[in-house]
Nanobody, 125 residues
Framework: QVQLVESGGGSVQAGGSLRLSCTND?????????MGWFRQAPGEEREGVAS??????TYADSVKGRATISRDDTRGTLSLQMNGLKPEDTAVYYC???????????????????WGQGTQVTVSS
């Protein structure tokens, strides 16, 4: 069973930065696999933040220019660098991965089979 573990969340003031990380026990897990970050604020639906496939990255309009998703296949880690944080970025952030080595199809949550437990990000004004 694949376990994805997020870290790096916390409380920051508006304008600050955070780097979220997602790790698992399988070195090389991220290689050639669609992976992504999602978030869910209280009372809101889960939304996709960013995804990374074979050669492309996609971002939600709300974070474009402020977020960078990256992967380190040698370590099997996925990261999300968030800059210029806003109070509306406050949410629980989840790491997600496809269950086979395949590219992202652009179908949002349907691309993903494994989910982490989430890490809280709180941005104060």
């Amino acid at each position: 069973q694949v376990q994805l573990v997020e870290s790096g969340g916390g409380s920051v003031q508006a304008g600050g930065s955070l780097r979220l990380s997602c790790t698992n026990d399988w070195i090389g897990f991220t290689y050639s696999r669609c992976m992504g970050w999602f978030r869910q604020a209280p009372g809101e639906e889960r939304e996709g933040v960013a995804s990374i496939g074979f050669r492309t990255t996609t971002y939600a309009d709300s974070v474009k220019g402020r977020a960078t998703i990256s992967r380190d296949d040698t370590r099997g880690t996925l990261s999300l660098q968030m800059n210029g944080l806003k109070p509306e970025d406050t949410a629980v952030y989840y790491c997600a991965a496809a269950n086979t080595r395949r590219d992202c199809s652009g179908q949002g949550g349907a691309d993903f089979d494994y989910w982490g437990q989430g890490t809280q990000v709180t941005v104060s004004s």
